[in-house]
Nanobody, 129 residues
């Protein structure tokens, strides 16, 4: 299983950024896919997650309260192994390294990073105020 995150960068507060995570090595049907982030000096923090089959429009997805209404996860309509984290109205507090992760089975707790077996390499997001 491999996950590769990309799309990070430097943006001004209030702007948007879209991160991508390319999945490979499995069909991921039984997996939960998640985004986490880690700010300097802080623990890794849950951002969003859902079962792989839920990442299409209308699926059941979970978001951290701090990003609800601003961040949206989705899956590419053509390449089903490409998932996104659309981040709008970015704030300085959103700065950090963003990771995509996968665990199986998809059911159960999704917010605990210790439950995830596979991780992408991370992509840096810096929001300037």
């Amino acid at each position: 299983v491999q996950l590769q995150a990309s799309g990070g960068g430097l943006v001004q507060a209030g702007n948007s950024l879209r991160l991508s995570c390319a999945l490979s090595g499995r069909t991921f049907v039984t997996y939960a896919i998640a985004w986490f982030r880690q700010a300097p000096g802080k623990e890794r923090e849950f951002v969003a997650a859902g079962g792989y089959s839920e990442w299409s429009v209308g699926g059941v997805l979970y978001y951290a309260d701090s990003v609800k209404g601003r961040f949206t996860v989705s899956r590419d309509k053509v390449d089903k192994f490409l998932v996104y984290l659309q981040m709008n109205s970015l704030q300085a507090e959103d700065t950090g390294v963003y990771y995509c992760a996968a665990k199986s089975p998809a059911a159960g707790e999704k917010r605990n990073p210790e439950l995830y077996d596979y991780w992408g390499q991370g992509t840096q997001v810096t929001v300037s105020s």
